[in-house]
């Protein structure tokens, strides 16, 4: 179990909830879809551009839905909702730097 998959359960545990993290966490780890993603958008970005930001908020939409079964009524509980809101929050300044990468690349931000 990693650091974070060990600290999201015992916040869990402290407010009276049972959740075990093997049941969200799958065997491919997400710094290798981060990367990869990051990877695309940068390119995108360093070449053009067009379309972009539209691209990485449906990406972060149909990452979000992708879970939609997390959501249902008798699993709805708060540690669900705060590990939804970290993944999206997590998205946002992800692609961000993705964004600023490819513009570095381009020699808009820094020439």
């Known amino acids: 179990m990693s650091f974070w998959q060990n600290a999201i359960k015992q916040a869990a545990k402290q407010r009276g909830e049972e959740f075990d993290p093997s049941e969200y966490f799958t065997d ?3 710094r290798y879809g981060g990367i990869i993603e990051r990877t695309i958008f940068t390119v995108w970005t360093a070449f053009g ?7 990485m908020i449906t990406w972060i939409i149909v ?3 992708t879970n939609w079964q997390v959501w249902t ?3 709805n509980t708060k540690t669900l909702r705060s590990l939804f809101a970290v993944g999206v929050y997590g998205s946002l ?3 961000f730097f ?3 990468g490819g513009l570095v690349c381009r020699g808009i931000l820094w020439p």
């Open 98 to 100: 993705a964004y600023l």
């Open 93 to 95: 300044i992800s692609l």
């Open 63 to 65: 990452k979000s839905l």
């Open 73 to 75: 009524k008798d699993r």
């Open 49 to 55: 551009g067009v379309g972009v930001f539209p691209a």
């Open 28 to 30: 491919f780890p997400r």
